[in-house]
């Protein structure tokens, strides 16, 4: 403490009533924080207990003990005693105890160094690319070993990313001779690990050295390669970028931390309920990425598409799902277990959208955080008859929906009050769309309508049953005398609009039902046939909640309904608006 020191025998005896005074440089000194304790003292009184007569008394009115407000030699480190153990990841107060003991170097793990080699005839590096250059036909952009550069990194090692590596057998085998004599501790050979033609990685792994596992009961993932090489790890990554991050979390994540001595770090798990049933394959142990957020008392989680190339699921998704290999699935009824890949307050912050797909949904999402409120939106496409089923579950705040009545010409009110039995809803617009034929550009078969649908030159995609896309859909070929089964393609369907323009972009279909937005974003052309309506339904109960408010002040907001208006075929004029209180019955 910063006061005087003194000898403590010298103040016995002092009191309030019976203060002693104290003479500088004789029975007392000034000390500071810090200072050593000059040895003829062997207490401290701390200048608030001290009061100053002149430059040379002080006046102290309690007596101090030996070795009060001293810190003794020896108190915190002493010779012999263990400071850190073996194995021990050093902190930034690891170092201060170091230095402080007088250690000023330590032998220490090095970081893991991991060689990553993409493979692929097809790839191409980002770096040859400008923004507005087009890939070629068959042309994909190599981004695995960014993403596996990336975990290496979370996992404390450091990654060294080769050159792509062509499908040729020679190229191969170089490469991963020139990694494995590097001095790289664990070599990752991306894509090529399963049993096709072009699939080389196992055999120069066998060839190299052991080929200890070939295929995992795991799915995305399956065809991962776990082998050894002159003494180093050599694993076969799978090429879906899906397949290829679990394979590193399952295989390659352990390996780093145990080559530094460490555990890897456990997820943290919550109890959810699935939205819907999740059947699975038996003998296979599947990791599916969700949505997740908390409805009422507990949380829910949404399915996000089970495609092992689809990098978004990751992105998107705020956990995973882990379906045991002897389970056929789960039910919608059980609570189970899910990984969080985010902060479980972050779930708390998240408005769960269930319905139809819409582009304007991911805008609501991105406008709210533009704002600096800090809420997710969390959607899952299942149509907009499946929203309102999971309305009346109670497994998502608000359903994204547009379904026609096609006696009265009314939108989703009728459905509403059939599947929401005794369940009190407020329906707001979100937009006025319009729906038609997406078509190629230029529309080099020339369809002008529905009719053209059943020409045998003309291959549709359709949207899912129980979408109102879908339910549109039926209610033109009704009002045409046209049978669906004259139609090729009418039982491909899609879960959203971007799906279908893409099926016509790529090929796999001349034309397909969807919103104008979603040509538009493609460069495709269209043929219009409705404007629809598309509302958001709320349950009643649930309009106080804050995150709701926010969510229906920003789809009111001018900024929102400009960036709607920018997509083309929007209508935002009612965004916001409450069109009426429904109770099922």
């Known amino acids: 403490m910063d006061g005087i020191a003194v000898r403590a025998e010298e103040t016995y005896g002092t009191t309030e009533q019976r203060p002693k005074i104290l003479k500088i440089g004789k029975n007392a000194i000034w000390i500071n924080t810090g200072q050593a304790l000059p040895k003829e003292f062997d207490s401290v009184i701390m200048v608030e207990k ?15 003990y030996p070795w009060q407000h001293v810190r003794k030699v020896g108190e915190d480190i002493v010779a012999t005693q263990l400071l850190l153990p073996q194995n021990h990841r050093i902190r930034p107060y690891d170092v201060g105890a170091l230095v402080s003991a007088g ?12 060689a990553i080699i993409p493979t692929g005839s097809e790839l191409v590096h980002h770096r040859d690319l400008k923004e507005t250059e087009a890939l070629g036909k068959g042309r994909i952009i190599e981004y695995n070993s960014l993403i596996l550069a ?22 191969i085998r170089h490469a991963l001779t020139t990694a494995i004599e590097s001095d790289a501790h664990v070599v990752i050979v991306n894509a090529g690990s399963s049993a096709g033609s072009k699939d080389y990685t196992v055999h120069m792994i066998g060839e190299m050295g052991e080929v200890l596992v070939h295929g995992v009961a795991m799915m995305p993932g399956k065809p991962t390669i776990l082998g050894i090489a002159y003494g180093k790890p050599v694993v076969g990554n799978p090429g879906y970028a899906v397949s290829a991050t679990l394979s590193f979390e399952q295989f390659v994540r352990p390996l780093l931390f145990s080559l530094q001595g460490r555990h890897a770090p456990k997820s943290e798990v919550i109890k ?38 689809s990098v978004t699921t990751l992105t998107r998704a705020e956990g995973i799902l882990r379906i045991p290999a002897l389970s056929e699935g789960i039910s919608h009824n059980e609570e189970v277990e899910a990984e969080l890949l985010v902060e479980e307050s972050e779930l708390l912050n998240t408005v769960v959208v269930i319905g139809s797909h819409d582009i304007t949904i991911d805008i609501l999402a991105d406008e709210i955080r533009r704002n600096g409120r800090n809420i ?21 705040h608000l359903s994204g929906s547009h379904l026609l009545d096609t006696d009265t010409g009314q939108y989703n009110i009728s459905y509403i009050k059939k599947y929401l039995k005794g369940v009190k809803v407020s329906v707001f617009n979100l937009v006025l769309r319009d729906q038609g034929l997406i078509v190629a550009k230029g529309n080099p078969k020339g369809i002008k309508g529905i009719a053209d649908l059943v020409r045998d030159d003309i291959t549709f995609v359709n949207r899912q049953a129980g979408s109102g896309t879908r339910v549109l859909f039926d209610y033109k070929l ?16 899609e879960f959203t609009h971007m799906a279908v323009a893409v ?60 960036r709607v208006i920018s997509l083309g075929g929007y209508d935002p004029s009612e965004s916001g608006r409450l069109w009426m209180e429904v ?3």
Do not use: W
Not at 50 to 64: G, K, L, N, Q, Y
Not at 150 to 171: A, S, T
Not at 478 to 493: A, L, M
């Open 272 to 309: 959810v309920q699935p939205t819907r049933d999740l059947p699975s394959k038996l003998g296979i142990e599947e990791f599916l990425r969700v949505n997740m957020g908390k409805v009422g008392s507990g949380y829910v989680a949404t399915p996000l598409p089970r495609a092992a190339g």
């Open 478 to 493: 009704n009002q045409s005398g046209i049978k669906s089964e004259t139609i090729r393609g009418y039982d491909h369907d």
């Open 50 to 64: 001290i009061h100053e007569i002149d430059e040379e008394r002080v006046e102290i009115r309690a007596p101090s």
């Open 583 to 585: 109770e099922g019955d």
């Open 150 to 171: 990336g975990l290496v990194r979370e996992c404390d090692g450091i990654p060294i990313i080769y050159d792509i590596v062509p499908d040729v057998e020679d190229k």
């Open 503 to 562: 099926d016509v972009l790529s090929g796999a279909a001349d034309c397909g039902m969807g919103i104008f937005a979603a040509a538009k974003a493609l460069d495709l052309d269209f043929v219009p046939m409705e404007r629809e309506q598309y509302d958001l339904i709320i349950p009643s109960a649930m309009l106080d909640q804050p995150n709701i408010q926010t969510a229906l002040e920003t789809i009111r907001s001018r900024h929102f309904r400009e």
């Open 103 to 114: 250690v000023f170097s330590v032998k220490v793990r090095e970081k893991p160094r991991v």
């Open 376 to 396: 997710r939106i969390s959607s899952g496409n299942v149509g907009s008859l499946g929203g309102l089923i999971a309305l009346k579950k109670g497994t998502c």
